[in-house]
């Protein structure tokens, strides 16, 4: 029996988003939205991790899928309002939805033709964001998706901050709890021996298809309140770029872990917020880490940092 680990987990968690929460509240706006985006962003690049470092799958349209739910929540939100139930149902949808889609034409692929795949599809909704301006302000993204009378109230930057904690620890708890099951198993199973799974009888495409939508649900609820950080949200969210940022992000902090996203998030975006305002070559330390990374750390930063601690 596993329950005493998983109530060990559950309880770390919520201890997590109790701290988080207390912080968020004491702390100064700046440091409480970078760290309500180190959230977010963090939760998607756990659900990258997910097909990439479980199951095997590079993808390069997770950006988009992060993306496309929050462009679907602030049109929500502009047309109807903005409530809480309603953008996290929209923002789940659109990302489950979008990736079932996608991994419906590129499963049919493997390796680095899948990556191309994968790639192409994320930039075919890039061109219709960037290109249906009536709905989606084109080049100049979108803003002004809340009423008049301001932002509503679970987007105040406490709540937000909250919610965002919460999505974040509900999703780790989630993809723990079926990395667990059968289809979790499998799933890390075909990444390891592909032909003798499906020698088995085992279903390759059903798996992979189901923890992709299971992986585009995850990205898409943190993508949903992605757009009330800023009130505002641009074509940068769905281009390949943000999705190669994201796979950077899930190298530096352990591709193969959950937890190790937040931190290959934490470490991406803290760089990028203080050292660009220094120079505009950030990027270049980006790079050098991510080369120590994997050459130093191939398991990643959360996991390398643990080690050396010792047990």
């Known amino acids: 029996m596993k329950t005493a680990p998983a109530l060990a987990h559950i309880r770390t968690a919520l201890a997590a988003a109790a701290a988080l929460t207390a912080y968020g509240a004491l702390a100064d706006p700046y440091l409480l939205r970078l760290a309500t985006e180190i959230l977010l962003v963090g939760t998607a690049v756990m659900s990258l991790n997910l097909v990439t470092g479980q199951g095997g799958l590079v993808s390069l349209c997770h950006g988009s899928l992060f993306g496309g739910a929050a462009y679907a929540a602030a049109m929500l939100a502009q047309q109807t309002g903005a409530n809480l139930a309603a953008t996290l149902a929209i923002g789940i949808a659109a990302g489950a939805c979008l990736a079932f889609l996608v991994a419906l034409v590129s499963l049919r692929s493997n390796g680095l033709f899948f990556l191309v795949v994968t790639l192409v599809a994320g930039q075919l909704l890039w061109e219709v964001v960037f290109h249906w301006r009536e709905a989606t302000g084109g080049a100049d993204g979108l803003r002004g998706f809340t009423s008049a009378a301001g932002r509503p109230w679970w987007s105040q930057p406490v709540w937000l901050y909250a919610w965002s904690a919460a999505w974040a620890c509900a999703s780790l708890m989630l993809l723990r709890r079926y990395l667990r099951r059968p289809a979790g198993i499998a799933l890390q199973a075909l990444r390891d021996q592909p032909l003798r799974m499906q020698a088995l009888g085992y279903s390759a495409s059903r798996i992979r298809i189901g923890a992709f939508a299971l992986s585009g649900a995850i990205a898409g609820g943190a993508g ?30 352990g591709i193969k872990t959950l937890h190790g996203a937040f931190a290959g998030a934490a470490i991406y975006l803290l760089i990028q917020t203080y050292l660009s305002s220094y ?10 880490l991510f080369v120590v990374t994997v050459l130093f750390m191939p398991d990643g930063v959360a996991r390398g940092l643990r080690r050396r601690g010792g047990p």
């Open 279 to 288: 120079t505009d070559r950030w990027q270049l330390l980006i790079g050098l």
């Open 224 to 253: 949903a309140l992605y757009p009330f950080l800023n009130l505002y949200i641009s074509p940068q969210a769905v281009h390949w770029s943000f999705s190669a940022t994201l796979l950077i992000m899930g190298v530096i902090g």
